[in-house]
């Protein structure tokens, strides 16, 4: 299984970006796709996640209202709708798949990771 993260980029405060993770390699149905964000010299988190189903939709609180996950299943990709976006969303996002469709909000109940797009927000 590959995931391939893209869409980072350098915005202003307030504008917005859509990220993509296009899965490849293997059968995905039962699969739980996240999001996950991490800035230098702290520890990976969570954004978000979604049921490859396009249900059991969950988002950290900081980017409730702002961020949407979305899944295309005919094209094996999840996005990531960012929107409002402040100078604390600056990190590297990383895609991650759980093929037990149980992950939530820990790293360790993922097992597969995209390879991270740098979002850079200025003020």
Not at 53 to 81: C, H, M, P, W
Not at 89 to 113: I, K, L, S
Request: with cysteine.
């Amino acid at each position: 299984v590959q995931l391939q993260a893209s869409g980072g980029g350098l915005v202003q405060a307030g504008e917005s970006l859509r990220l993509s993770c296009a899965a490849s390699g293997g059968t995905f149905k039962t699969y739980t796709m996240g999001w996950f964000r991490q800035t230098p010299g702290k520890e990976r988190k969570f954004v978000a996640r979604i049921n490859w189903d396009g249900r059991g939709i969950e988002y950290d609180d900081s980017v409730k209202g702002r961020f949407t996950i979305s899944i295309d299943n005919a094209k094996n990709t999840v996005y990531l709708q960012m929107r409002s976006l402040k100078p604390e969303d600056t990190a590297v996002y990383y895609c991650a798949g759980d093929r037990h469709g149980y992950g939530v909000a820990e790293m360790f109940e993922y097992d597969f990771w995209g390879q991270g797009t740098l979002v850079t927000v200025s003020s």
